[in-house]
Each structure stands twice: as structure tokens, then as C-alpha cells.
């Protein structure tokens, strides 16, 4: 399993991720985590990142996720 963080969005609090595994690419934003001050937590969010990419691991093998649909020339 491959990912990529993207940069935080700081209205809307998540970073966006590229995952892909086994030739299936998959995009979504994850939550980003913050300490008990509410400063951004880098580490914690590459944790959680690597909780989701678990998940969408699972789901690309069993073939829930398949990949993002390219855009198509119009």
C-alpha cells in the first residue's frame, strides 16, 4: 500500500490522500488531528492516515474500492 499526505486544508481540517494498491488508485480526505490546544498534530495525522490506508487496503482486495474514474475528453 502506497500513500501520499497532501497539504492540510485548514478550513476544512482534513489532508487529502492518494492511496493505491495492487494497480487501484483511490483519492479521499482524511481528518486531521489536532493536540489539546488545537494545534495541527502531524504525527498523530500520519497515524490516523496509516489507520485509513489499513482500511482502504481491505477494501481494494476485496474489491469494494476500485479505482477513482479518469476523467473522461469531452
Do not use: Q, W
Amino acid at each position: 500500500m502506497r500513500h501520499e499526505i497532501g497539504k492540510l486544508d485548514k478550513a476544512r481540517r482534513t489532508v487529502p490522500v492518494f492511496f493505491e494498491h495492487n494497480g487501484v488508485t483511490h483519492t479521499r480526505d482524511v481528518n486531521a488531528c489536532y493536540d489539546a490546544k488545537g494545534k495541527y498534530d502531524d504525527d498523530a495525522t500520519v497515524a490516523r492516515v496509516h489507520e485509513v490506508a489499513a482500511g482502504v487496503k481491505k477494501k481494494i482486495e476485496l474489491g469494494v474500492i476500485v479505482s477513482d474514474p479518469t476523467p473522461s475528453a469531452s
